[in-house]
C-alpha cells in the first residue's frame, strides 16, 4: 500500500530474496532508480495444522503450534505432522520455547521423511522450557519431519522454533530467454526461458519491479504479453530452485505497424 509515499507496506505472497526498488521525482525531473538486490527475505512461517500443505521445501523458516505459539494456546485434539525436505545435507532446528500441558501433549522431531525415522527428541506435557539450547537438533540426512499431537484434557501456549537448512551444493541457475527481433503494438508476444539448472520455479516480470505477470500467470518456463504503445519496455525473468536465485532483464523495443496486415 501508499507506493508512492515514502514509507510503504508490502504483503509478500511467497518465500525468498526481493529485490527492492526506489523511484524519485519532484516537480524539477525524475530522478535515478536505486535497487538493492536480495535486500529482503521472506520466510516461510508454518503453523502446524493450519498450513496448506504438510510439506515444505523452504531452507528457513519458522514452526508454530496450531495456533501460532506464543500468539495463544494451542487447541485440543489436534493430530498433524509435517515434513521439511529441501535441498539440504542437514536440518537444524533450534526452539524459542515450548510449554506443554500434560502427557497427552506431545511433540516429536525425528531425522527422516516420517516416523520412522531416528528420533531426535519427543516432549511431552507438563514440561515448559527451551530443550536443546543454542545447538538445537540437527537433522544428518537433510530431511525433518514432526509429528505434534494433543487430547482433549487441558491446553497451553505451545511451540515456537526457528528451523535453517544447509544446502547441498546445488548449483545456483542462471536465468535467460528469448523473444523475436520485432514486436508490434497490440501484438502478443512469447517469451521463451531458456535457463539453466534443475527443478527450476519461474517468475516473470512485465514491468519490473511491479511484479506485472504475463498473460500465462508469470510463473511457467514461458509466458506471453503485449503493449498498446510504442515505445523501450523492461522484462525480467527471475528463476529459483535449491541452489539459489537469479535474474535478468532485457529491454525490448515495441514499434507501431508501418503498413496495414495483408
Known amino acids: 500500500t501508499n507506493e508512492f509515499g515514502d514509507e510503504p507496506e508490502v504483503y509478500f505472497l511467497a518465500r525468498g530474496y526481493y529485490e527492492i526498488c526506489l523511484s524519485t521525482e519532484n516537480a524539477f525531473g525524475v530522478g535515478h532508480d536505486t535497487c538493492k538486490k536480495e535486500y529482503i527475505l521472506v ?24 495456533n501460532g505459539g506464543s500468539n495463544g494456546s494451542y487447541a485440543n485434539n489436534r ?55 543454542s545447538a538445537g537438533y540437527t537433522a544428518k540426512t537433510g530431511k525433518m519431519f514432526i509429528d505434534w499431537t494433543t487430547n482433549g484434557s487441558g491446553q ?43 527443478n527450476l520455479s519461474y517468475s516473470w516480470d512485465f514491468n519490473p519491479p511491479s511484479f ?3 498473460l500465462d500467470g508469470g510463473n511457467k518456463a514461458s509466458d506471453r504479453y503485449k503493449w498498446s504503445s510504442a515505445g523501450n519496455y523492461d522484462v525480467r525473468l527471475t528463476v529459483s530452485n535449491c541452489g539459489g536465485s537469479h535474474s535478468i532483464t532485457k529491454t525490448v523495443t515495441v514499434t507501431d505497424p508501418v503498413a496495414a496486415p495483408i
Open 43 to 66: 520466510r516461510d512461517d508454518i503453523s502446524m495444522c493450519q498450513f496448506t500443505n504438510n510439506s515444505t521445501k523452504s531452507t528457513e523458516g519458522i514452526i508454530r503450534d496450531d
Open 79 to 133: 493430530n498433524c505432522d509435517l515434513l521439511i525436505e529441501p535441498c539440504a545435507s542437514e536440518i537444524n532446528l533450534v526452539f524459542r520455547s515450548i510449554d506443554l500441558n500434560d502427557a497427552g501433549d506431545i511433540l516429536r522431531i525425528y531425522d527422516g521423511t516420517d516416523n520412522t525415522g531416528n528420533l531426535l527428541a519427543s516432549f511431552s506435557g507438563p514440561f515448559s522450557g527451551v530443550p536443546g539450547g
Open 156 to 198: 497451553a501456549a505451545g511451540f515456537i522454533a526457528d528451523y535453517t537448512a544447509t544446502p547441498d551444493g546445488t548449483p545456483m541457475p542462471v536465468a535467460d530467454f528469448t523473444y523475436p527481433d520485432t514486436i508490434f503494438t497490440n501484438q502478443i508476444v512469447s517469451f521463451t526461458g531458456n535457463s539453466t539448472g534443475d
Open 212 to 214: 506485472q505477470p504475463g
